[in-house]
Nanobody, 119 residues
């Protein structure tokens, strides 16, 4: 099982930056993949960025070149650096962890952190 605690959301003007943090309750070496999702009002939750235990990354087209996902193994923390923020990035951002054990996949979620980008 994994507990995830997010932090770093807030209000920022368009063009600004924020860094989100997701602290895991266990070594992230043991977690197959971690990622950030977001959900805007009236929209479905969507993948923003993900990183595997091997270090491979994946980004939504809408954030490529602006967002970077990376991890600090010593702190069991995954970060999302968000630059050149746009109003359409406004959403609740959720941290996700995927554990695969015996061919079964288990998903864990954080509580979410609000990001608001003003124009």
């Amino acid at each position: 099982q994994v507990q995830l605690v997010e932090s770093g959301g807030g209000l920022v003007q368009a063009g600004g930056s924020l860094r989100l943090s997701c602290a895991a309750s266990r070594s992230i070496f043991s977690i197959n993949a971690m990622g950030w999702y977001r959900q805007a009002p009236g929209k479905q939750r969507e993948l923003v960025a993900a990183i595997t235990s091997g270090g491979s990354t994946n980004y939504a087209d809408s954030v490529k070149g602006r967002f970077t996902i990376y991890r600090d193994n010593a702190k069991n923390t995954v970060y999302l650096q968000m630059n050149s923020l746009k109003p359409e990035d406004t959403a609740v951002y959720y941290c996700n962890a995927v554990l695969v054990r015996l061919n079964l996949s288990y998903n864990y979620w954080g509580q979410g952190t609000q990001v608001t980008v003003s124009s």
